[in-house]
């Protein structure tokens, strides 16, 4: 008898493979294999497997313990509790992985603040935000880290969006964006004082820096999180992202190495209150890498066009899926769009049908929005669309299926043909808004 | 000029379903493709090689079946293409996939110096973006990440126009470096039919653990910090309101542009001379 793996379940995530004190546990092309000859039935990989893949068969062969033993058998359900011995063994197990966060050397949550040409991504004041509540969980400090260049007045945004403490690095040869000096100022920072998270905005800095920080200090990273808590026994970061394309979401653990990493993605987390006249302990360090090391110059910066930088920002999005069924089409949308003021966005499959490029996509793949209104016109709501505007403020949706995943997000779903819904839409719109401009 | 190329065989994302009654993922008849970025940083080798002149190779991790990918690749006119394939290399985060790669193009530059690794700018099955970054640094490149453009190449340096935020960045890097690439760098071409023939009948390399000089402590599970700890479906908003407009469109389209004014969703401002303030 042995472990048995439901392989229609198993993710390959090889948590079993770790955890089998006897290693009978392999990963065979991306799936859990049990050696029956090695399997002592410990029960432990069941626990650790995220998928609930693994299950104990009954011991039948042990007829003294048959009675007791015939729940086990049973598949293992996430909706039920676990059974008293797995909690227990769930417990001495989390024990056991050291070092938990708030020790004293790894401590305090950092959150890396990102100012290029003059701008300020704002997520570093979500992240801002959201790192308040990760340290006042663990009880720890809430720090800034600033590299740039005459950056004083980032610093002082740091502290009113609540930053207690604020690193700086100011050197010129941190004023435009370049992997090598960014990963070196951090990274120094980073061994000097020692975090026990750090995390940053997946913006296209952050998910180009990040990688490169954890990897000099070969430690794990999860990117484009959309959630993160702490266990509030064992003190990790719970780093919870889409995978397989945002089909589920993974939660991730970094369970022994420092610091925890994580890029956030913009606009998930809430904008905190800007306390003007805060202020707190300024550490500066110096950049110890000069201009002749860098092997990477930057010649030119090209603004984006008005439409890709808006759509992000944009009040009011209608957004179009392959349910408009041809480009000719398109132009019944853009008058919709018009009629509200609205930014136009698509789906990847409208990209990938050569109708509309990908500066307009929403999703996974593409731009994260959240707007105040998102209208949703033929989109049939596959997940990865989903996670790029499902938290926007209100939704509207037109789909003539009513088993459509759009549905389950809107606010208001309305059944209908949108050749027949979107004229009448844009007909009501302009009617209401002939005297003045939508918001 | 000798550029390699990184590229992964990966499920088709976009065909993957949840099954709504066990809420896992059906995985079964999902087709595996060249992930879809990295058949353009291939593209990309390609097109410079022939401008150039020099030698592309391709450098893939994946089990064995993934030699499927790498003769398709090679059909597009690549000139060498190894696979990584080994059991301890499964369930590599980015952290230790990186080191994998590494190790091996460490080798295929002390055998023929490379100028440019290409990666695409991140896989479908993943988007985390981190294995080029991570291959970079340890190779000590400078890396040239979301490029949509290769404006200038000669012997010394790489000049790349790519995404940022808010607009596009014009970069130059020293030689050899790494670049990431985006759909928007070229038009993927169509194989010959000579190619095709020719890379049906290739046999890609395959390395495994013991042909390099790995440390098992660095590779698959023992060598990735970050672990899955649960999985769940996507937390589904709860549905709002459903209005039929199948029978009466016009009735139902007045009745929620009624609510939506009313609740203030949408909110009517004076018009600013000029148009939208």
Request: net charge negative.
């Amino acid at each position: 008898m042995s472990v048995v793996v439901d392989k229609t379940k198993c993710i390959g995530c090889g948590a079993c493979v770790v955890e089998c004190p006897v290693e009978a546990l392999d990963l065979v092309d991306g799936t859990a294999t049990v050696d029956p000859a090695k399997c002592k039935e410990t029960g432990s990989c069941v626990t650790v497997c995220p998928a609930n893949a693994l299950s104990l068969e009954a011991k039948a062969a042990a007829p003294a313990a048959k009675k007791a033993d015939a729940g086990a058998a049973k598949e293992f359900n996430a909706k039920e509790p676990l059974p008293k011995a797995v909690q227990d063994y769930a417990k001495t197990n989390a024990a056991k992985s050291a070092p938990v966060a708030g020790g004293d050397v790894w401590s305090g949550v950092w959150i890396i603040v990102e100012y290029n040409h003059g701008r300020i991504a704002p997520v570093s004041w979500e992240l801002l935000g959201e790192g308040r509540k990760l340290a006042d969980v663990i009880g720890c400090e809430l720090c800034a880290v600033i590299t740039g260049y005459q950056v004083d007045h980032v610093i002082r945004e740091a502290f009113a969006y609540g930053a207690e403490k604020v690193y700086v690095i100011d050197d010129p040869v941190l004023e435009n964006f370049r992997t090598e000096p960014y990963a070196e100022a951090i990274t120094g920072l980073v061994r000097k004082y020692q975090p026990e998270i750090i995390l940053m905005g997946a913006t296209a800095i952050g998910r180009d820096v990040f990688p490169a920080v954890a990897t000099r200090l070969r430690t794990g990273l999860t990117a484009d999180c959309t959630v993160l808590g702490i266990d509030p026994e064992t003190k990790l970061l719970q780093q919870t992202r889409p995978a397989f394309g945002g089909n589920i979401m993974a939660t991730i653990l970094c369970r022994s190495r420092r610091p925890q990493m994580s890029t956030v993605r913009p606009r998930v987390m809430a904008m905190p209150a800007r306390v003007e006249g805060r202020s707190g302990e300024i550490v500066r360090e110096q950049q110890s890498m000069t201009e002749d090391e860098i092997r990477t110059k930057v010649l030119e910066f090209i603004p984006g066009d008005a439409k890709s930088i808006f759509l992000d920002k944009a009040e009011i999005i209608v957004a179009v899926g392959l349910g408009i069924a041809s480009q000719k089409n398109l132009p019944l949308v853009e008058e919709l769009a018009d009629s509200l003021g609205a930014t136009l966005a698509c789906t990847r499959g409208v990209v990938e049908a050569g109708w509309m490029s990908h500066d307009h996509q929403v999703g996974q793949t593409g731009v994260t929005v959240r707007p105040k209104v998102y209208i949703a016109i033929g989109i049939s709501g596959a997940i990865q669309h989903l996670v790029g505007m499902e938290t926007s403020d209100y939704i509207i949706a037109v789909n003539n299926d009513p088993e459509a995943g759009i549905f389950r997000v809107a606010n208001y779903g309305i059944l209908g043909d949108l050749f027949q819904v979107v004229p009448l839409l844009t007909a009501e719109f302009k009617k209401r808004l002939q005297h003045g401009v939508a918001n | 000029m000798h550029f390699v190329v990184c590229l992964k065989q990966v499920p088709d994302t976009s065909e993957v379903r949840i099954d709504p009654n066990t809420n896992t993922l059906m995985r079964e008849g999902v087709p595996s493709i060249i992930n879809p970025y990295d058949a353009h940083a291939l593209e990309e080798a390609i097109r410079l090689r022939d401008k150039m002149g020099g030698k592309v190779t391709i450098v893939s991790m994946g089990p064995p079946q993934a030699k499927e990918a790498l003769r398709k690749a090679m059909s597009f006119g690549a000139d060498r293409a190894i696979l990584l394939t080994d059991r301890g290399f499964a369930g590599s985060d980015s952290l230790a996939t990186a080191y994998i790669l590494t190790v091996a193009i460490q080798k295929i530059h002390a055998e023929e110096p490379i100028d440019i690794v290409f990666t695409g700018k991140e896989a479908i099955d993943g988007d985390t973006a981190q294995t080029g970054p991570g291959i970079a640094q340890r190779l000590g490149f400078p890396q040239l990440t979301y490029g949509i453009r290769v404006r200038e190449i000669d012997n010394t340096s790489v000049t790349v126009e790519r995404k940022t935020e808010g607009g596009r960045e014009v970069a130059k890097a020293l030689l050899p470096a790494l670049i990431t690439v985006e759909k928007e760098m070229n038009e993927l071409r169509y194989a010959t039919l000579p190619d095709m023939m020719k890379a049906a009948v290739y046999e890609p390399e395959m390395w495994d653990a013991k042909s390099l000089p790995y440390d098992t402590a660095e590779m698959g599970l023992k060598g990735s910090p970050t672990s899955v700890s649960r999985i769940f479906p996507p937390p589904g908003r709860s549905g709002g309101e459903r209005i039929d407009a199948t029978t009466d469109p016009k009735g139902a389209v007045a009745n929620l542009v009624e609510k939506v004014f009313q609740e203030n969703i949408i909110m009517v401002h004076p018009a600013v001379k000029g148009g939208r303030a």
